[in-house]
Structure formats: C-alpha cells, structure tokens
C-alpha cells in the first residue's frame, strides 16, 4: 500500500542522508544500512497518517435524558411525591366538580324541555288557547296579548273568602322575585271566574291590593267559560245570575305558566313556595332562546 500524498523528507533525514553521501571509507557499509532503515521509517510515518485520515468519523450520542436538581432536598421531594402532585391532585377535583355540575344542569334542563314539549300536544295545545276578554281598564285583551313575555296565570274571584288572597300573595312575591332577577320578563294576569260579580272596575280595585303589576281580565258568562275550558280551569259559576243571588264559585288552584309563544310550559301550585315557584319561571326564562320583549 502506498502513500497518497507524496514522500517529503524531513530536514533531518535530507542532513542525515548528506553526511552519509560524504566520503567516509570506513563505515560506508554501516551508513547504507541507516538509510535504508530511515526510509523504511518514514514509509511507515506516511502509511498510518494516510491510515488515519482515510478510517470514519465516529460520534458517539448520549440519549439518556438525565434531570438535574439544584438542591438534594428537591431530588428528596422528587422522589417521595412520585410523578403525582398537589396541582395535579386540585386540578382532577375541579374537573371533575364541574362535570358533575355540568351534567346536573344539563338533566334538570332537559327536563324542563320535555315537560314543555309534552304540554304542547299534537296539533292543538293541551292547555291554553284563543280567548277575547277585557282588562280592569275595560280595554280588549286576548291571547295574543299574553305573547312576547312569558305569562303567569290564574284563576279566582273577588269575592274568594280565603284561598284566593293567600295564592295572591304568593304571586305578588314570585313576581318579585323574577323582576329583580330578569327585569320585564313576566306577564302576571288574573282571570275572574266570577263575571257576574267581578265587572272591571271590581278587579282592578281588588288586585291593587297585590301588586301593581297584575293584570286583571273579565267578560260574560260565555267568554269566561270558555278560557277556562281551554286552560282545563273547572268552571261552576251559574248562568244568568241575579244580583244579590247568593251562589257557591269553585275552581282550580294552579299557576300557569306560559311562554312567549303563547304555549303552556308548566302548571305551579300550591305546594310550591313563593321562591321555589320564581325558580321554576327563571330556569325557564333562562332556557329561552327566542326573543323577549321587555317593554
């Protein structure tokens, strides 16, 4: 095997190699032997240069990924606490906190939807309808009146000794209660089932001493029979009353909630308290999508 690159003799050699050239009789024989055996060194030097420089580069790669601590107490804290912390220990309960929160909500408003949606019907609501009365002003109010907010209905008389001012008041607090958390969004309307006795002027002057909000509405004897009939109110007032007849009136204890379309969401009664019944309208109100009107 030969040198790649061309033999260059060192200075020492080329001096080395004069002097033996010199005339020297008696070593010549001894001098020929050191020039061989300087050649032969320096054949060898070029071979395990060029030997070096021809073998491959080797590079040796550390993959292991060490993790250095400042302090011995952090390599102890490390090593005790595993790969669990405190961090993450607080973030799994808050995530699973909310997502027990989440499907709670998410089952209670489902409900609500079905109970809704069941309420409607097929084709014709189960509770509620067209109807044409007037208000405790004498002006005309009909179903149609009732759209745009969602409505609180119910149905008494003026002269209702004891059940009727209870439930009253029991409205009067609801409404509240709803207006200071969802200001105008609750329509709260009275529907005598008394129209004989209960002209407009009657009612308005006996809801006055509710609340300011309620809507008072009346008719004849026909018209009144026919909205409870459509909101499933029992209805024993007589026809064709005379005045001062004496007369017994019964009928339904039920709120009944509407909404703004006019379809009948969920009936409130007397088992409900003041603050469980405002609930109920504001988780339903809540869960409205459409549009409110909040004149």
Request: proline share 7%.
């Amino acid at each position: 095997m030969s040198c790649s690159k061309p033999l260059i003799p060192s200075r020492h050699l080329l001096s080395t190699f004069s002097q033996y050239l010199r005339p020297q009789p008696a070593s010549r024989g001894v001098s020929a032997g050191r020039i061989g055996t300087a050649l032969r060194s320096s054949q060898l030097s070029c071979r395990a240069a060029s030997a070096g420089a021809n073998a491959p580069m080797r590079r040796s790669f550390n993959t292991s990924t060490t993790r250095t601590y400042k302090t011995v107490q952090e390599q102890r804290s490390r090593y005790r606490s595993g790969p669990f912390s405190w961090k993450a220990g607080l973030l799994f309960l808050s995530s699973g906190a909310g997502l027990v929160f989440y499907f709670r909500y998410e089952k209670l408003r489902m409900e609500r939807k079905r109970v809704a949606e069941a309420a409607k019907g097929v084709g014709k609501p189960k509770v509620g309808g067209p109807f044409d009365l007037l208000d405790h002003n004498g002006k005309p109010f009909t179903a149609e009146d009732l759209k745009g907010k969602y409505a609180l209905v119910y149905f008494g008389f003026t002269h209702c000794p004891d059940i009727c001012p209870e439930e009253l008041d029991k409205m009067a607090q609801m409404i509240d209660i709803v207006e200071a958390a969802r200001p105008r969004t609750l329509r709260p309307v009275f529907i005598t089932c008394d129209p004989a006795r209960d002209t407009p002027a009657v009612v308005k002057e006996y809801l006055a001493e509710f609340h300011p909000a309620l809507i008072g509405l009346t008719g004849g004897w026909e018209q009144v029979k026919a909205v409870c009939k459509a909101y499933r109110v029992y209805f024993s007032t007589p026809p064709n009353v005379k005045p001062g007849q004496d007369y017994l009136v019964d009928h339904s204890i039920y709120f009944y909630l509407m909404d703004p379309d006019g379809d009948f969401v969920e009936a409130i009664g007397r088992q409900h308290s003041p603050e469980r019944g405002a609930e109920i309208i504001l988780s339903h109100i809540k869960d409205w999508s459409g549009k409110l009107d909040r004149s």
